[in-house]
Nanobody, 120 residues
Framework: QVQLVESGGGSVQAGGSLRLSCAAS????????MAWFRQAPGKEREGVAHINTGNTWYHDSVKGRFTISQDNAKNTVYLQMNSLQPEDTAIYYCAAGRGIGGYCYDRRYWGQGTQVTVSS
């Protein structure tokens, strides 16, 4: 089992920045691929960014604004979010599992989520 705990959410004005963190604990050996997803009210959950063995994947809507990184020594993944827009408002979830390249195809573990609210 892997436990994921997100932190760093909050409220910010458009154009601002936030940094999310996700700390993993437990049996992470087979769940090295980590990712951020988000779900806005009334919308389906969508992938934002993935990272696996140093390779990354980003949703087109966040390319150039968001950066995913990983500290393997701390079993922590980060999402630096810059130039935030109101459409980025959502609950952001951390996921972990197996991946190929920079994409997590098996997201078997999920965190509880952290709210990000961007006002115009």
């Amino acid at each position: 089992q892997v436990q994921l705990v997100e932190s760093g959410g909050g409220s910010v004005q458009a154009g601002g920045s936030l940094r999310l963190s996700c700390a993993a604990s437990g049996d992470t050996y087979n769940s090295k691929c980590m990712a951020w997803f988000r779900q806005a009210p009334g919308k389906e959950r969508e992938g934002v960014a993935h990272i696996n063995t140093g390779n990354t994947w980003y949703h087109d809507s966040v390319k150039g604004r968001f950066t995913i990184s990983q500290d393997n020594a701390k079993n922590t993944v980060y999402l630096q979010m810059n130039s935030l827009q109101p459409e980025d408002t959502a609950i952001y979830y951390c996921a972990a599992g197996r991946g190929i390249g920079g994409y997590c195809y098996d997201r078997r573990y999920w965190g509880q989520g952290t709210q990000v609210t961007v006002s115009s």
